[in-house]
């Protein structure tokens, strides 16, 4: 029986820079809660072949799981820490917290 499918997004890194990215409707951000959910199993596929095919942007495409509301929040341990940036000292993202 297969699993049901859950609410994901599609993340990456920035290939430049390294940063965490999510896909939007319209491009990429650096922001989680500005991610495009995907609540559909064929949309989220396809989403995701175009992602891996904007190989000048980006590395390591995949599909993430969240918590869709209020907004996108992360269901594993390891999203939550990618959310939160580099973790080697304060810069990008920590520096705000």
């Known amino acids: 029986m297969a699993k049901p499918f859950t609410p994901k997004v599609v993340t990456a890194n920035a290939l430049l820079e390294g940063d965490v990215i999510y896909q939007t409707a319209t491009g990429w951000t650096r ?7 995907l609540t559909d199993e064929a949309d989220a596929d396809l989403r995701l072949i175009d992602a891996s ?3 000048d942007l980006v590395v390591g ?3 993430a799981d969240v918590d869709p509301d209020p907004v996108p929040q992360p269901v594993h341990f390891r999203e939550a820490f990618r959310a939160k ?13």
Request: glycine share 8%; aromatic share 8%; charged share 15%.
């Open 61 to 63: 495409v995949y599909l």
């Open 31 to 37: 922001d989680l809660t500005q991610a495009e959910v």
């Open 85 to 97: 940036g580099p973790s080697n000292y304060a810069h990008g993202k920590q520096e705000t917290l």
């Open 53 to 55: 095919q904007q190989v």
